[in-house]
């Protein structure tokens, strides 16, 4: 007697699954997302038009809680506040409101472009802290592949170091990437050469981390155009003459390319 065997139940039926898959088209085909959508539809939690997007945060949200539940890559020490695809994708759409509304907007734009890159992921806004609700936000896959692999980058002011007469104060600041140093002088130019640029009769100076505390030393090309060079002058000692007049005696100097180094004291 040959015994009837059976499989898990279906979440759907078969016939339901391809009425979605021709309605939304192919990719969007898992069966728990389907059903959780369109329970969100049927109690209008959603509209029709943010159907896909609602499958896509839940997507989303599937592979957030699993990537830090089996401490997948980069999630090896990161927590997610949730263990529960849909309780995360109703806590967003209800209490991250600006969130869902970007996240609808690049959704729109996905579909349009059909381009993975333009996709909608979660991101947390500060990577070293956990997912937690206020600590996510929308970016694409491709902003988010940008944020993963940003380097710092330094902007220094170097005006009084090339004019000694400047009453400027040489500081720097921090970027989280060289793309945010850029902006913070609204130029555009590549970093790690040495070369400077004056902005609103400042000087300034960009490179990155790896630069700044010597694990990377600047690109070197060849320049003998000495005109554009930069000059500058550096201290080597003091003098008195026989009146008891001191003098500084300074060493004047030429170079195509400057870096700066930071060290801890001590």
Not at 51 to 58: E, G, H
Not at 154 to 163: D, E, R, S
Not at 213 to 240: A, C, L, P, Q
């Amino acid at each position: 007697m040959k015994m009837e065997t059976r499989g898990r139940p279906r979440l759907l039926p078969l016939k339901e699954i391809e009425e979605w898959k021709n309605t939304h088209g192919e990719k969007y085909n898992d069966p728990k997302a389907i059903k959780f959508v369109q329970s969100l539809l049927q109690r209008e939690l959603i509209k029709s038009s943010e159907v896909v997007a609602a499958y896509l945060l839940y997507e989303s949200a599937v592979s957030r809680i699993n990537a830090c539940k089996y401490n997948l890559g980069i999630y090896a020490k990161i927590s997610c506040d949730w263990d529960d695809a849909e309780v995360m994708v109703l806590d967003i759409i209800f209490h991250k409101k600006e969130m869902w509304v970007e996240w609808i907007k690049q959704s729109i734009y996905y579909e349009e472009t059909n381009k993975q890159c333009f996709r909608a992921s979660i991101d947390r806004i500060d990577a070293q802290k956990n997912y937690t609700l206020s600590n996510i936000q929308m970016l694409s896959v491709k902003d988010n592949v940008i944020k993963a692999t940003a380097r710092p980058h330094y902007l220094f002011n170097v005006t009084g170091i090339i004019n000694p007469n400047s009453d400027s104060i040489q500081s720097y600041r921090r970027f989280e990437s060289k793309q945010e140093a850029l902006d913070s002088l609204g130029i555009k130019f590549k970093g790690d050469t040495g070369r400077l640029y004056n902005v609103k009769d400042q000087t300034y100076l960009v490179q990155s981390e790896d630069v700044t505390f010597g694990r990377k030393e600047i690109e070197e090309y060849e320049n003998d155009d000495e005109s554009t060079w930069y000059s500058g002058s550096m201290s080597i000692g003091v003098i008195t003459d026989d009146l008891g007049n001191t003098y500084n005696l300074n060493l004047p100097i030429t170079y195509p390319q400057i870096s700066i180094r930071l060290k801890p004291k001590g």
